[in-house]
């Protein structure tokens, strides 16, 4: 579900969610080729794999963990900060109370879908 209405495809070619795949692709290379211990995005990482789950549906605290690739302390360092910044949202599982899920807030989805329009718009413009 868009906060905003998602731009057209326009020059670039692709959509939001397309868009942030790529973005995912490429900071995956990145970190590959100068290795994860000098190139690390865990919050950007965590809010764009939310962000790309078919329907942005809720995952556990730990399947979003092993999306951002730090150690599993930095990755809930991460995440606490995320909530606490109101760009994420956490709550118990409706299934299992014994695990808590975690996705984005409005404001956290909003801000994303921000940044890649503006991202988007950037490319379009060179």
């Given at each position: 579900?868009?906060?905003?209405?998602p731009p057209d495809k326009g020059s670039i070619g692709l959509d939001r969610v397309e868009?942030?795949?790529l973005v995912i692709h490429i900071l995956r290379h990145v970190g590959d080729?100068?290795?994860r211990d000098l190139f690390s995005t865990a919050a950007?990482?965590?809010m764009l794999d939310l962000y790309v789950r078919d329907e942005h549906r809720p995952i556990s605290l730990t399947n979003l963990s092993g999306a951002a690739a730090v150690p599993e302390r930095t990755a809930?360092?991460?995440i606490n900060k995320l909530v606490s910044r109101g760009l994420l949202v956490r709550y118990p599982d409706?299934?299992?109370?014994?695990r808590v899920?975690?996705?984005?807030?409005?404001g956290g989805l909003r801000l994303l879908e921000e940044c890649i329009d503006e991202l988007m718009i950037?490319?379009?413009e060179q």
């Open positions: 579900m868009y906060v905003s209405a868009f942030a795949k080729r100068l290795g950007l990482d965590m809930l360092f991460t409706p299934k299992d109370g014994r899920n975690v996705d984005l807030s409005a950037m490319i379009t």
